[in-house]
């Protein structure tokens, strides 16, 4: 019995430390704005991760990449895709695809009356899936036209 207490106390400090590891981000203030070609590169995505970021993107389309796949991501149920860029810049993700931006659909009614090049501000953090695809998307819990 003792046995299996101190069994399951070191496999609970494990995945205690597994945990504060991964969830080690220092994030910046909330609304703070990073630019989304920064939070969706793979090497800084996962530094953003359970951070609240604003950043601004230009749009591109409602609706997802037709048959793309997102199995790695967990999290994107009852969530409306639209995919954007960088400001200025052309395509943006492997295989030219764009990054997407989720946002909850009963707040999605917005992202149809964009068009494409508008400028916008979203606000969220990114997702990062697992290894080996790593697919990286932004989970948005705001969406707003950007101030000209």
Known sequence: MRLMSQLLLAGASI????????????????????????????AFAADYVGCDITSKVEF???G?????????LKGLEGKTPFRV????????????????VFLPKDESDIIFSFKKGD?????????????PLRQIVFLTTEVRAAKQ
């Open 15 to 42: 995945l205690l430390a597994t945990a504060s590891a991964s969830a080690g981000n220092t994030c910046p203030p909330p609304a703070t704005e990073v630019p989304f070609a920064k939070v969706m590169n793979e």
């Open 60 to 62: 591109v389309a409602a």
């Open 64 to 72: 997802g990449t037709p048959n793309y796949l997102w199995r790695s």
């Open 85 to 100: 860029v960088a400001p200025g810049q052309e395509g943006g993700g492997p295989f030219d695809i764009p990054p997407h």
């Open 119 to 131: 400028l916008l501000i979203v606000r969220g953090e990114p997702l990062v899936g697992a290894k």
